[in-house]
C-alpha cells in the first residue's frame, strides 16, 4: 500500500534550518509530484511546495528564497531544505502525493520554532 512518512522536525531557534525528509512507498515514486504542506495551530494547511516528477518546483510566494524542495528518486524520498526560519513557520508538515486518482498524505512532523 501507499506509505508516506515524514521526518526531521523538531525544535530549532529563529534564523535556524531544518531539513524534512519524507520516504515514500508502495507508488512509482520517480513518475510523481510531490507537495510539502503545513498546517499551524488553528490555521487551514498551506501549501509550501511542489516538485513535478521532471523536477521542476513551484512555492508559496511568502516562502520563496527560504525553502527548497527536492527529490532524490534513487531513494524514493523528497526533501524539504528550510532555511532561516521563523516563528510563524511553526506548524506540522506533512507530504503529499497523488496516485491513482487518489490523494495521500503522511502523518506529519512536527517544526517549532523558538523567537
Known amino acids: 500500500q501507499v506509505q508516506l512518512v515524514e521526518s526531521g522536525g523538531g525544535l530549532v531557534q529563529a534564523e535556524g534550518s531544518l531539513r524534512l525528509s519524507c520516504a515514500a512507498s508502495?507508488?512509482?515514486?520517480?513518475?510523481?509530484?510531490m507537495d510539502w504542506y503545513r498546517q499551524a495551530p488553528g490555521k487551514q494547511r498551506e501549501l509550501v511546495a511542489t516538485i513535478t516528477w521532471g523536477g521542476s518546483t513551484n512555492y508559496a510566494d511568502s516562502l520563496k528564497g527560504r525553502f527548497t524542495i527536492s527529490r532524490d528518486n534513487a531513494k524514493n524520498t523528497v526533501y524539504l531544505q528550510m532555511n532561516s526560519l521563523k516563528p510563524e513557520d511553526t506548524a506540522v508538515y506533512y507530504c503529499?502525493?497523488?496516485?491513482?486518482?487518489?490523494?495521500?498524505w503522511g502523518q506529519g512532523t512536527q517544526v517549532t520554532v523558538s523567537s
Open positions: 503529499r502525493t497523488t496516485w491513482s486518482a487518489r490523494y495521500y
Open positions: 508502495g507508488i512509482m515514486f520517480r513518475a510523481v509530484a
